[in-house]
């Protein structure tokens, strides 16, 4: 029988020169006393703020080629953290202090916000949503609806622009900048969408200060973990006769749990995810990474992923001992 990839979930390195280590739900940060920082991106999967028992294979390396082509590609429009990336699931940039907030930015009426709305309530992060709306319509003009940013497992949580700056989260400069930035990236997001036959439905975007003040973008951009698409061709058309939109995101994923009984809640159980339903999760990112960029994706050899890692690790701080 001929063996699978080796899937990267636990990240149990010995790496040199590294003063913090942070496991993320999905991507592990490596600081060095250089000022550098390696972001390695796993094959965990991510949902309602829970890590799934098993991981999706080449889910790391499609999630960091992704965020490396579009980082590069939108860095004339923010400036960001990314300076290379020497293996396919790793980005090297230079590090910063994370502002707490996810800024999170949406097109249309879907995911999260259509729960809210079906729900009954018309505020969301102290936005208003229009009345008659029906799921995935557009919004009049985007929204920004953050939320704070977790720790330890913890879930995320919706907050307000206003509760932001009331508890000084982020002070009301900054906090400027984080909107400008975000609705620039979208903008730029759904330009680079668009031509790729897709519509750019709702992002996040994390963003940190350097040492002497600078605002930068970091972690990941405008991948299907932070980021939900639809097919533009026929969007319109399901829309009026009231069909399901065709999706390239995690929330099919999501989808599934809850029809089988599962949100995160506290005393629910993570429902068994077959090898089949495992498979169909990867092709669906290779998938995304393919239409996105208009590139074959070709998956990197998996039989020894960590050491593969560790030693891409130190052929870059051994060349680049700080930015």
Not at 68 to 88: C, M, Q
Not at 189 to 206: C, H, N, P, S
């Amino acid at each position: 029988m001929k063996q699978g990839p080796n899937i990267l979930t636990d990240l149990d390195l010995e790496l040199p020169d590294v003063k913090r280590h942070y496991r993320g739900k999905v991507r592990e940060l490596f600081e060095t006393n250089g000022g550098w920082l390696f972001l390695v991106a796993t094959d965990r999967l991510s949902a309602f703020d829970v890590i799934m028992p098993k991981g999706i294979p080449y889910k790391g390396q499609v999630l960091n080629q992704l965020a490396e082509y579009f980082l590069d590609a939108t860095s004339e429009v923010v400036p960001n953290w990314w300076r290379a990336s020497p293996d396919p699931n790793v980005a090297v940039g230079r590090a910063t202090e994370p502002f707490k907030v996810e800024m999170v930015i949406r097109g249309h009426l879907s995911g999260h916000a259509w729960r809210t709305y079906n729900g009954g309530q018309r505020m969301l992060c102290g936005v208003s949503m229009p009345e008659g709306l029906r799921e995935h319509d557009p919004f009049p003009e985007p929204i920004i609806t953050p939320s704070t940013k977790a720790e330890n497992g913890a879930h995320d949580e919706d907050i307000s622009r206003e509760e932001i700056l009331a508890q000084s989260i982020v002070d009301a400069a900054d906090y400027e900048v984080l909107e400008e930035y975000t609705r620039r990236l979208f903008k730029k997001g759904q330009e680079m969408a668009e031509e790729r036959g897709l519509i750019l439905v709702d992002t996040k975007y994390e963003f940190g200060k350097t040492a002497d003040g600078e605002i930068l973008l970091i972690d990941e951009v405008h991948t299907p973990d932070s980021s939900r698409y639809f097919h533009l061709d026929g969007f319109q058309q399901r829309q009026d006769r009231g069909a399901p939109q065709e999706q390239l995101s995690k929330e099919f994923v999501r989808e599934w749990l809850i029809a089988n009984h599962y949100q995160g809640k506290e005393g629910q159980a993570i429902p068994e995810m077959s090898d089949s339903f495992v498979l169909q999760v990867s092709e669906r990112y290779i998938a995304l990474y393919e239409q996105l960029t208009g590139q074959e994706f070709i998956p990197e050899s998996t039989s020894d992923i960590k050491e593969r890692i560790a030693t891409s690790f130190r052929l870059f701080l051994n060349q680049n001992p700080s930015p």
